[in-house]
């Protein structure tokens, strides 16, 4: 079993539409994090959580929303999407510790008509 | 703020060996990463500097230097499944539990 997941793995939605996207750990670390990947652009931060009372904005968390529900869950919600939002989504857990590399989720493929 | 830069897109020929290079600037410095990342896929991790030198795992090795901002990502006898994406990545030392900061990438493709 994986052991970070993501739900859905693809999506398909209209814009000004409501979306959830979801993510679950079973390493038990207590930092997570969502990123976005777009071609030519790279990995970029949208939120990231050190635990379930604690949430921060990351470099392009305009138009998204977070909820840590429990230390093993972390969704990334789209209050209404739009097409520019259309990417790569990619959550990704670490343990404490500077040497702590992060791991990463299958991704969730994401378009927005 | 930080700035990693690295090359866009590399080819190399099965067998032979690649060199990846990594430049960063940041306001302080707490350890670089390297993840290799398929098509559609997700990062993987490869290696980890945090000190001065090469850190060798395998065909892969990884060198550092600080005084620089300056890293490498060594492969030796290239295999086609090494065809991938390279991503360097920094963590700040004055934010340190801030997640990394990845650079853009680089697109190895490897042709027999």
């Known amino acids: 079993d994986a052991d970070v997941t993501q739900t859905p793995r693809n999506r398909i939605t209209k814009t000004g539409k409501r979306i959830m996207l979801e993510c679950s750990q079973t390493k038990g670390h207590d930092r997570m994090y969502w990123y976005r990947q777009d071609p030519g652009l790279g990995l970029r931060l949208i939120y990231y959580?050190?635990?379930?009372?604690?949430?921060n904005k990351g470099e392009i968390s305009d138009g998204y929303s977070v909820s840590r529900q429990a230390q093993a869950k972390f969704s990334l919600s789209l209050e209404s999407a739009i097409p520019n939002q259309t990417a790569l989504y990619f959550c990704?857990?670490?343990?404490?510790?500077?040497?702590?590399?992060?791991?990463f989720g299958p991704g969730t493929r994401l378009l927005v008509l | 703020g930080q700035n990693i830069d690295q090359p866009t897109e590399m080819t190399a020929t099965e067998g032979a060996i690649v060199q990846i290079n990594c430049t960063y600037q940041?306001?302080?410095?707490?350890?670089l990463f390297w993840y290799q990342q398929h098509a559609g896929e997700a990062p993987t991790f490869l290696s980890y500097n945090v000190l001065d030198g090469l850190e060798e795992k395998g065909r892969f090795s990884s060198f550092l230097s600080r005084s620089k901002g300056y890293s490498y990502l060594l492969l030796k006898e290239l295999q086609m499944k090494d065809s991938a994406s390279y991503l360097c990545?920094?963590?700040?030392?004055?934010?340190?539990?801030?997640?990394?900061?990845f650079g853009k990438g680089t697109r190895l493709s490897v042709i027999a």
């Open positions: 940041t306001s302080g410095f707490n350890g």
């Open positions: 990704a857990t670490r343990r404490q510790g500077r040497q702590e590399t992060q791991y």
């Open positions: 990545a920094v963590r700040d030392v004055f934010s340190g539990n801030t997640p990394l900061v």
């Open positions: 959580s050190f635990d379930v009372k604690d949430i």
